[in-house]
């Protein structure tokens, strides 16, 4: 379905096009901006499933021999900030087991949460919603302060309890209570930019360019909506719709038996 995005948002996206293309950063020039962010308060699950259906859990391993993964990531999503800003994390599996929640800045610096059970952690759905402290009822943020030289496009990961391993997560409504398992998968998560006067989130800065989910099983249905700027301005929405399939991958792809794609941008 072709039709048009918000303003504000497609500027967004096509200023991470360019930014990533001038920067080189990335092979393919196709980015997923996956969030669509609800009154500015976080961007990450809570966005993927606010349309009902069932939740999709962030698959996130290394593991290459599941079919439906065969692209693999440790749950990477990509963040534009500025010098100033900050960046507010958080993971349902952060603590448990290997969980945890790694950055990859700019300038090459990297850094985690480690093995924190309270900083960092998402515990619950009510927590989801919220966003990071200091929203109301919010959970504790591991953060982050962009220094100087590290504006530009950070990487998370949000690395799950267990990097490989048969356990399905239990399937569950997306705007239910969840259960975070021991699996490779996260039941929610979220990535939130603090201005530099600390007094608002800024919406919109969140996107990723591989994005591997998993229901839990295979009676209920994928009801995310993914937000698609084309590199030559065409604007998509792609609705789910109820989508059934146990696991799930999307990613771009510019090149199919040597044939040039086109080349997108998606946001949620």
Known sequence: MQRPIPAQYYRICMAYSGFLHK??????RLIFCLFMPIAGFAEGSKELNQNGGFRAFL???TEVSIP????????????YAKVGETLYLGSSAQGIGRGTINLRSPDGSTYTSSTSTSTGRINSRA?????????ANGY???????????????????????????ENPTAQAANG?????????????????????????????????IFSGIIGGFTGGFNGIFYIVTKDG????????????????????TKVSGRRMAKHLIKV
Not at 23 to 28: A, D, P, Q, V
Not at 180 to 205: E, H
């Open 234 to 253: 065409y604007q998509y929405i792609m609705d789910n719709n109820g989508q059934a399939g146990n696991g799930f991958t999307f990613l771009p792809i």
């Open 177 to 209: 209570n969840w259960t975070q398992g021991t699996g490779p998968f996260v039941a929610a998560f979220d990535i939130s930019v603090r201005n530099t006067a600390n007094t608002a989130f800024l919406s919109g800065r969140v996107f990723t360019t």
């Open 127 to 135: 927590e989801e919603v919220a966003g990071p402290l200091p929203n």
């Open 23 to 28: 920067k080189r950063l990335l092979l393919y």
């Open 68 to 79: 439906s993964f065969l692209f693999p990531t440790l749950g990477t999503m990509k963040v």
């Open 140 to 166: 504790t943020p591991f953060t982050r302060v962009v220094a100087a030289g590290q504006e530009g496009v950070w990487e998370i990961d949000f690395v799950s309890a267990s990097n490989a391993g048969a």
């Open 59 to 61: 698959y996130s391993s």
